[in-house]
């Protein structure tokens, strides 16, 4: 058994708040090292907040745009885009969009106005709701999907025009109802969080390899992962806590290259540190209760999904091979 079939309850301690008001609906999360990035979803301005790590204290705004549909990841550039964060105009939840879009930033300190690259994606499938952007070692972008039975994978072309749209590649699935994601920095495994719920999967095969409880928040919808590998967790609300996670010695092991154990500790054993006993997710994925909801929902889902198949022609998706590493 692997450990993608086992379930480990994190616990997190609070390492700030944010303080700004304008921070509402903090729905993705970049780690700088002594300056987080964090942007609101939508109905909010095109704009990145940088904020202190400890304080919480916002210390730059950075407009890139005139405006945006719905902002719902941010990821930290690598490779040819390594000091900018990726920003991702791509929430859709009526699945309308024709394309979607995602803009190149260097965030500041102070209240700047910067002109961002930006690029379009269009799906090979029709339109769909995301969350989560991933960037890869040598700067490939990854968009993975959300929906309530797990998210499609999809890799955007090596190098991206600003000249036409930007057609994304199927490369993988996820078992989670996604709302961000975030690369290790060994670049060889990443991070896919929902509401009450996380797991790791090898990149770029998207291989699972652990599953894991998240901390009880309002609605998480943000992670990041730091250079020095820390793991740290917002979620939407005014003056919302940063949540930081330790994932256990042996998880660790097994990502450093160390083969995956025969025997383990009990799976809701908590991890020792300070627990956040904020208040209790009044998203309906959190936790235990989250996965039980989860298995009512995916089996209310499959009856309606069949439902859908007999009324309309099924399309079976080509099989693909996953492209060359990001």
Do not use: C
């Not at 994606?121 to 490939?140: F, N, Q």
């Amino acid at each position: 058994m692997t450990w993608a079939g086992l379930v480990l309850a994190l616990v997190g301690h609070v390492v700030f708040s944010f303080v700004d008001p304008s921070i509402t609906e903090s729905s993705g999360l970049v780690d700088l090292g002594r300056s987080m990035v964090t942007a609101n979803d939508s109905g909010d301005a095109p704009v990145l907040y940088t904020v202190d790590a400890r304080s919480g204290r916002t210390i730059g705004r950075t407009t890139y745009a005139d405006r945006v549909d719905d902002v719902e990841a941010l990821a930290p550039g690598r490779g040819p885009s390594a000091g900018s964060v990726w920003v991702g105009d791509i929430g859709d939840n009526d699945e309308r969009r024709s394309s979607v879009r995602v803009y190149r930033v260097v965030p500041g300190a102070g209240s700047r106005r910067v002109r961002a690259a930006s690029y379009d994606l269009v799906y090979p499938d029709g339109a769909h709701d995301a969350e989560s952007l991933v960037v890869g070692p040598r700067g490939r972008l990854v968009v993975i999907t959300k929906g309530l039975l797990g998210g499609t994978v999809y890799a955007a072309p090596p190098v991206l025009s600003t000249a036409h749209p930007n057609r994304l590649t199927v490369v993988a699935r996820v078992g989670i109802w996604a709302t961000d994601a975030a690369l290790f920095p060994d670049g060889r495994h990443v991070l896919v969080r929902g509401y009450g719920t996380a797991a790791i999967y090898t990149f770029p095969g998207f291989v699972p390899v652990a599953t894991l409880d998240l901390p009880h928040q309002r609605q998480g919808e943000g992670v990041s992962i730091g250079d020095s590998g820390r793991i740290r967790l917002s979620s939407e609300g005014r003056n919302s806590a940063v949540l930081e996670v330790t994932l256990p010695a042996d998880v660790r092991a097994v990502l450093a290259g160390a083969p995956f154990p025969s025997a383990r500790p009990s799976a809701t054993t908590p991890l020792a540190g300070t627990e956040h006993r904020g208040e209790h997710s009044s998203h309906p994925a959190s936790g235990a209760r989250g996965r039980l909801l989860g298995i009512a929902i995916g089996a209310g889902s499959a009856g309606v999904l069949l439902l859908l198949a007999l009324l309309r022609p099924w399309r079976p998706r080509r099989a693909t091979r996953p492209p060359e590493a990001p």
